[in-house]
């Protein structure tokens, strides 16, 4: 089993500004997520599919072949006064964290944990 651990605290002056932690749990199969973020909890699974679709997911609707020989090409012509198109967004469906009923907990200090 594959697992993961983050943990980010910000302090200024004294001060907790920030305090988040990702837990993540891979085993071959599902993978399970939980993030806490300044003392909320939120839990997300994922199958082999989901993360197929994640990372596969495009933030640009043309291909990065086009857009690089569309750069080339307009780079190597001279300016023009027409107009061109404007490209329109598409929208996707996005992963979504979902919070959890249990109640928020205190994290102990320290860097890191080893699993």
Do not use: F
Not at 84 to 106: F, G
């Amino acid at each position: 089993m594959e697992q993961a651990y983050l943990s980010r605290k910000t302090i200024i002056n004294g001060k907790v500004i920030e305090d988040d932690i990702i837990k993540a749990h891979y085993d071959g199969n599902k993978a399970v997520i939980d993030v806490y973020d300044n003392g909320e909890h939120y839990y997300s699974q994922l199958n082999k599919d989901d993360i197929t679709n994640l990372l596969m997911r495009h933030s640009n609707p043309i291909s990065l072949e086009k857009r690089l020989m569309n750069s080339l090409n307009n780079k190597s012509m001279a300016k023009s006064k027409t107009k061109s198109k404007k490209m329109t967004k598409t929208k996707t469906k996005s992963m979504t964290m979902t919070k959890s009923n249990k109640k928020k907990t205190k994290k102990k200090s320290g860097r890191s944990k080893k699993y």
